[in-house]
C-alpha cells in the first residue's frame, strides 16, 4: 500500500528534545557539585582546556543527512584532558562555553544554537557523572584509560543519541534510522581521538616538552585528515556521477528525464534547490521545473533570481555567488533580497547555442556553502544534461513525426487509432465516443488532370478548413490518402451523425488554386462506441465499410449499422444458415459441470450453445453469436439455450439432483425492457425456482460505461435470479465498480488461472479477485480448472467454485448423463445432499 508522503515539519521541534537535555544537563551539574570534592578547578587550565576545545571544533567534516549536519570534529581530545586534569563542573563548563562560544560563530538558527549548547552541557555531565561513579583515576595506566574510555564513550553515545532523536523529530522517524546506520565513522573517529588524547596524558606525564611533538603530529594528522576528507568526497562525487548518468541514459525513453535529472542534481550537489530552465522553443512550452530537498515531486517555481538566470544566458558563462564563491556585488544583493545564500547557475549548451540553464541552490546544513571546486563538478553534470535534454527534444521530435501527416501535420491514423483506444476505455454515462471517416471524392481526377502537387494542396485545404471547423474537444486526423478522421466525445448517436452532416457542408465550399476553381466534395461514415464496437480496431473497420457505403450516394452521411458488415460472404452465409438451423433445430446445447473446489460436488452445469455447420464444420460460439446479433436472431439463440437449460433443471429436480443452471446472455439483451418479463415466463413454465437459474453478463457488457444495464439487472435480481460477471478480468473494471451493480457471483477469466500455477502474476490476480470478492460477499468462480496444481491453489487462496476440463469438458446431455453415472458418488444422490464427485479423470 502507498503511503502520501508525511508533511514536512518545523526546525522548531527541536525544542521537544532541547528542553528535557537542558533540565537533565541542570540536575546532573546539581548533583556534580553535591557530590564531588572539588567541583570547580583551577580557573587558567580551565580556560586553556576551553580553548583547546574551541580550536578542536573548528576543522568540521560534515554528514549532511537530508536537511540536518552531523558534525564530526577533534573535541575529544580536549575532552579526555579536561575529564583527567579538571574536577567534573570545571569540565562541563569547558565544554558548554566551547561550544557556546562555537554556535555564536557559526550563527545558527535559535532552535539549533540552544539544542547544541544543551546537548554539550547534558553529554558531559553525564559522562562525568561515569566518571564520578567510578574509582578514582591512579596514574596513567589501563586502569586510567578504562576510566576514561567509560566517560568518553558515554558523552559520544548520548550525543549521538541525542542528535538522532532531534532528527526523527524533526525530519521524521526514517530519517533518524539513516542517521543511526551513518553512526559508525563518527564512533571510530571518537576511539581514534580518545586514544590520541590518552597519548598526549602519558607523554606530557613523562615530559612536558612532548606536548611540542604532539603540536607537530596533529598538524599533519588534519592535512591527511582533509586529505582523506577530499578523497572520499570525490570518490562519492565520481560515483554519483556515474549513478547520473546511468539514470539518465535509463530515463531518456520513457519521459521521465526531467525529473530523475533535477532530483540526481540535486542529491550529487547537496543543495536544497535543483532547477531547470529552458525557454520556449517551436512547440515546446517553456519549462521551469525545480526540485526541493524534504518535498516529493517537481514544483513548478524556483528561488533563483529570474535576473541571474537572464545574465547566464547573456553572458553564456557560469554565475556563482555564495560566501566562499565571491561574485559581484550588485549580483550578490540579489541574494540578499531573496533569502538565498549561494547559488550556481549554469547554461546549457547545444552547439554555440544555450537551451537553458540549470542551477543549485543553498548548500545543505546551516554551516555549509558551495566551494569553488564544486563549480567544475557542477559544469561537467550540466553539459551531460544538456546533451541529454536535447537528444531527448530530438526523440520527442521523431516520435511526433512518427505519429504525424508530413502533408497536412495532423495525426496520423496510429495516432488516432491510440487515442480512440484510451478514449473507449474511459466510459461515461449518457455519452457516446464518435468516429468521422471523411473521404475526400474527385481526388484521383485532380491528380491526374492537375499533377500531384494540386492534389496535395487540395488535401492540405481539406486539412485545414475541418481542423478550423471541428470542435476545440475534437481530435482530427489524417487516416492516409484522401481520407480524414474526426473523433470526439458526444452525446448521442444522433449528435455524431448531425456534426458530421455539419463538418461536411462546411468544408465542400469551391476551392481556388490560381486560375482553376474546384468543387470537392465528401462522403462521411459513422461509427460510435459502444453500439458499434467496443475497441478501436473495430470502429475504425466499421467506419470504413459506413463509408464506403456513404459512396454509393455521393454526398451522403452513411450511420454504421449491422446490416453493412453482414455484407461479407461468409457472414450473409452464416446469417441464413443460422437462421435456417434455429428453424430446423440444428443448434445444441452442451452443459460443463461446475464444482465445489474444497468437496468436489456438483452445484450446476452451464448451458453453451454448440453449432456444426454442414459445410464450415464447427463454428465458433464468438462467430454465430456475432452473426445472431447483427440479424436479429440473438433473441431465439438466447431463448433456445434457455428452453434446454431450464428443461433440464426440471428433470434433474425430480430425479432428487437439484442442479442450478448458468446461460450467458448478450449485453444487448439487458437493453431490451421485455427480456425480464420473458426469463420469468420461462420459469414458470418449467416451475424452476429462480435461483438456480444463473444468467452470465460479459464483463465489457455490464460495465459498458453507461447506466443502460441497470435497470434490467435489478429487475432480474428482483425476481430472485442469480447474476454473475463473466470473463472478468479481461476489462479495464475493478471489484470497487462491481459493487454498485446487483450481482451474486464473478467469473475469474481462464486466461489467469490456466497461468496460475506458472505465472506469480496471473496467481496474485486471482488471489485478490478472490480475496475481495468475498469481502464484498460476492461468490467467485474460477474458470479453465484443468490441472491439480492449479485445484490445489485455487483452494489455498479460498475459491469456492470451479469449472474445466479437470472435471469435464463441455458435454450433450446424452454424455453428461453418462458422466453423471461414472462420477457422481451414489450415496450423495439417495441421501438427497448434492452431488460429489467420486474421481476426477
Keep these: ?36 570534592r572539588p567541583a570547580i578547578g583551577a580557573w587558567p587550565v580551565t580556560l586553556l582546556l576551553t580553548a583547546a576545545m574551541v580550536a578542536a571544533t573548528l576543522p568540521v567534516i560534515n554528514i549532511v543527512v537530508r536537511r540536518q549536519a552531523l558534525g564530526v570534529t577533534l573535541t575529544e581530545i580536549p575532552l579526555v584532558l579536561a575529564l583527567h586534569l579538571l574536577p567534573p563542573l570545571s569540565v562541563v563548563l569547558a565544554y558548554t562555553l566551547a561550544t557556546l ?21 547534558a553529554a558531559t555531565s553525564v559522562a562525568n557523572l561515569v566518571l564520578v561513579a567510578l574509582p578514582e583515576t591512579q596514574g596513567v595506566g589501563p586502569g586510567t584509560w578504562g576510566i576514561l574510555l567509560a566517560a568518553v564513550g558515554t558523552h559520544t553515545l548520548v550525543t549521538l543519541a541525542a542528535v538522532v532523536a ?122 521551469l521545473l525545480s526540485s526541493q530537498e524534504g518535498k516529493p515531486g ?49 547554461p546549457l549548451r547545444s552547439g554555440k547555442a544555450v537551451i537553458g540553464t540549470i542551477e543549485v541552490v543553498n548548500r545543505l546544513g546551516d554551516t555549509n556553502h558551495f566551494a569553488p ?72 481526377q485532380v491528380n491526374e488532370s492537375l499533377g500531384h502537387a494540386a492534389g496535395d494542396k487540395v488535401l492540405a485545404e481539406v486539412a485545414a478548413r475541418l481542423r478550423a471547423s471541428a470542435p476545440s474537444s475534437a481530435l482530427v486526423g489524417r ?53 458499434h464496437g467496443s475497441d478501436a480496431a473495430t470502429l475504425l473497420q466499421r467506419v470504413d465499410l459506413a463509408a464506403n457505403a456513404a459512396k454509393a450516394v ?28 434455429l428453424d430446423d433445430g440444428k443448434l445444441e446445447v452442451y452443459f460443463q459441470p461446475k464444482v465445489t473446489l474444497r468437496d468436489r460436488r456438483l452445484v450446476g452445469v452451464e448451458c453453451l450453445a454448440r453449432w456444426d455447420h454442414p459445410t464450415h464444420g464447427t463454428v465458433a460460439p464468438e462467430d454465430f453469436v456475432a452473426v445472431a446479433e447483427h440479424t436479429g436472431q440473438l433473441s431465439r439463440l438466447t431463448e433456445l439455450v434457455l428452453h434446454e437449460g431450464l428443461r433440464r433443471s426440471r428433470d434433474w429436480a425430480q430425479a432428487d439432483q437439484p442442479l442450478s443452471v448458468a446461460v450467458n446472455i448478450s449485453p444487448r439483451s439487458l437493453t431490451d425492457q421485455h427480456f425480464p418479463d420473458r426469463v420469468r415466463e420461462l420459469l414458470d413454465e418449467y416451475g424452476v425456482p429462480p435461483q438456480r437459474l444463473t444468467l452470465e453478463i460479459t464483463e465489457a457488457g455490464v460495465l459498458d460505461g453507461t447506466e443502460r444495464p441497470i435497470p434490467t439487472l435489478r429487475r432480474l435480481r428482483e425476481m430472485g435470479v442469480r447474476l454473475s460477471v463473466d470473463d472478468f478480468g479481461t476489462g479495464d473494471s475493478s471489484l470497487a465498480h462491481l459493487r454498485r451493480l446487483p450481482i451474486h457471483e464473478v467469473k475469474v477469466d481462464r486466461s489467469f488461472v490456466q497461468g496460475m500455477a506458472t505465472d506469480p502474476g496471473d496467481l496474485a490476480i486471482v488471489n485478490a479477485v478472490v480475496t475481495l470478492s468475498q469481502q464484498f460477499g460476492l461468490a ?53 445432499e448434492l452431488p460429489r464427485l467420486r474421481v476426477v479423470p
Design 101 to 121: 562560544i562555537v554556535q555564536i560563530r557559526r550563527k545558527l538558527v535559535p532552535a539549533k544554537f540552544w539544542f547544541n549548547v544543551a546537548l554539550a552541557a
Design 554 to 581: 455521393p454526398g451522403s452521411v452513411q450511420l454504421f449499422n449491422p446490416a453493412l458488415e453482414s455484407r461479407s460472404l461468409r457472414r450473409l452465409g452464416l446469417a441464413g444458415d443460422l437462421r435456417r438451423a
Design 479 to 531: 487516416a492516409g490518402g484522401d481520407e480524414f478522421l474526426v473523433t470526439m466525445r458526444l452525446e448521442s448517436v444522433e449528435a455524431a451523425v448531425e456534426l458530421a452532416a455539419r463538418l461536411r457542408e462546411q468544408i465542400r465550399d469551391e476551392m481556388i488554386f490560381d486560375t482553376l476553381t474546384l468543387d470537392v466534395d465528401t462522403a462521411v461514415g459513422v461509427a460510435v462506441h459502444p453500439d
Design 780 to 832: 467467485v468462480v474460477a474458470e479453465g480448472v484443468e490441472s491439480e496444481l492449479t485445484l490445489e491453489l485455487l483452494q489455498d487462496i479460498g475459491c469456492e467454485i470451479g469449472q474445466g476440463f479437470l472435471f469435464s469438458r463441455p458435454l450433450p446431455y446424452e454424455r453428461l448423463e453418462a458422466w453423471f453415472g461414472a462420477q457422481v458418488d451414489p450415496e450423495t444422490i439417495s441421501t438427497g
Design 1 to 36: 500500500m502507498l503511503r502520501q508522503p508525511s508533511p514536512r515539519r518545523s526546525t522548531e521541534h527541536a525544542w521537544l528534545i532541547t528542553g528535557p537535555l537542558a533540565l537533565c544537563a541542570a540536575v546532573f551539574c546539581t548533583a556534580l557539585g553535591l557530590t564531588a
Design 166 to 287: 532531534v532528527i526523527s523529530v524533526v525530519q521524521g522517524w526514517q530519517a533518524g534510522l539513516e542517521l543511526a546506520r551513518s553512526a559508525p565513522p563518527t564512533l571510530i573517529t571518537a576511539a581514534i581521538n580518545l586514544s590520541i588524547g590518552l597519548l598526549i596524558i602519558i607523554a606530557f606525564v613523562t615530559t612536558p616538552w612532548a606536548l611540542l611533538l604532539f603540536g607537530g603530529l596533529a598538524a599533519a594528522f588534519l592535512m591527511v585528515y582533509r586529505s582523506y576528507a577530499q578523497f572520499l568526497r570525490q570518490h562519492r562525487t565520481l560515483a554519483d556521477m556515474y549513478q547520473l548518468t546511468k539514470a539518465i541514459t535509463e530515463s531518456g525513453p520513457d519521459g521521465t528525464l526531467v525529473d530523475t535529472l533535477i532530483s540526481r542534481i540535486r542529491s550529487l550537489m547537496q543543495a536544497e534547490h535543483a532547477t531547470l530552465w529552458m525557454p520556449a522553443q517551436g512547440r515546446h512550452p517553456e519549462v
Design 373 to 444: 571546486a564544486d563549480i567544475p563538478v557542477f559544469e561537467t553534470v550540466a553539459a551531460h544534461a544538456a546533451v541529454a535534454l536535447e537528444n531527448s527534444r530530438l526523440v520527442d521530435r521523431l516520435r511526433h513525426d512518427a505519429y504525424h501527416d508530413l502533408l497536412t501535420k495532423l495525426p496520423n491514423r496510429r495516432r488516432i487509432t491510440s487515442a480512440l483506444a484510451e478514449s473507449v476505455k474511459i466510459g461515461a454515462p449518457d455519452e457516446v465516443v464518435a468516429l468521422l471517416l471523411f473521404d475526400v471524392g474527385g481526388l484521383r
Design 298 to 346: 517537481l514544483l513548478d517555481s524556483a528561488p533563483t533570481p529570474a535576473q541571474l538566470r537572464d545574465v547566464a544566458v547573456a553572458r553564456k558563462g557560469t554565475i556563482a555567488l555564495g560566501r566562499r564563491l565571491g561574485g559581484e556585488p550588485e549580483l550578490r544583493g540579489m541574494l540578499t533580497r531573496d533569502r538565498v545564500k549561494d547559488v550556481i547557475v549554469i
